[in-house]
């Protein structure tokens, strides 16, 4: 495997390992390292992926200064080798919402992680990341993302997922190339407020979009979500 790493923000890397064998032009597995006074690690990758994206990180700062290990949402390719991570930066420690700590974290993670209530934010130095829940959404009853507030970044998770080796950050339409995935996919909880939570997101006005599965976006991301939403209602919440 060969991780691949870009700067999608100031600060902000992508880590990125592309499953060629999956769909029909293979699917990106993204992670995102924040530099910042307490670096900290969105996505672990599963932990067959533990080495590559380690040598990745390795290129931006020495691992054992992470401080805060953190995901979207509890599946193998979202943090998977959390407990590795952990062992490989000993001041490290988890950050998940209160939810997911009580549901699943506090049994799994090899130390306690510190749950965080909606709109807490975390004071990274120099960055800082409020949490956000968006259970159900895309899926999973603990899903949550992160907004990196000086860069306006958003952490989606797997918002947005479309296939493809695409560049690692571009200002073209993800919306569609979204929507083909979920067809084919068919991954997200759709639930009465699946549209209100993205549109709840495009509040926030991110200019960056943190995909984890495919190309990063530059541009309006508020337009974007509030599109997402609006695909969402019309292809599959319409059919309920």
């Known amino acids: 495997m060969t991780t691949t790493v870009d700067e999608i923000a100031d600060g902000i890397y ?40 380690l040598e990745a ?20 390719d979202e943090c998977g080798s959390m407990n590795e991570f952990l062992a490989a930066a000993p ?31 975390i004071d990274l130095g120099g960055k800082q990341v409020r949490h956000l829940d968006t259970p159900h959404v895309p899926h999973g009853w603990e899903a949550r993302v992160l907004f990196e507030e000086t860069t306006e970044t958003l952490l989606c998770g797997d918002l947005f997922t479309h296939l493809g080796n695409r560049p690692a950050l571009f200002s073209g339409d993800i919306v569609q190339p979204a929507i083909e995935a979920e067809s084919m996919f068919r991954a997200s909880s759709l639930a009465p407020d699946t549209s209100a939570v993205m549109r709840r997101l495009g509040e926030l006005a991110p200019r960056t979009l943190a995909l984890m599965h495919g190309s990063s976006f530059s541009g309006d991301g508020k337009q974007a979500l509030n599109d997402l939403a609006d695909a969402y209602e019309q292809r599959f919440l319409a059919a309920r």
């Not at 990125?16 to 999956?22: A, F, G, K």
């Not at 931006?60 to 509890?74: A, I, K």
């Not at 700590?101 to 510190?114: F, H, I, K, Q, Y």
């Open 57 to 76: 990180i390795t290129t931006v700062l020495p691992p054992q200064r992470l401080r805060w290990v953190t995901f979207g949402h509890v599946e193998s």
């Open 14 to 53: 992508r880590l990125s390992t592309l499953v060629p064998d999956i769909g029909p032009n293979g699917l990106t597995f993204n992670q995102f390292l924040i530099d910042a006074d307490e670096p900290l690690l969105f996505h672990t990758g599963h932990r067959s992926m533990f080495p590559s994206v």
């Open 91 to 121: 001041e490290a420690r988890i950050a998940h919402g209160e939810l997911g700590c009580m549901v699943s974290l506090n049994e799994m993670a090899d130390r306690l992680p510190r749950p965080l209530a909606d709109g807490e934010v």
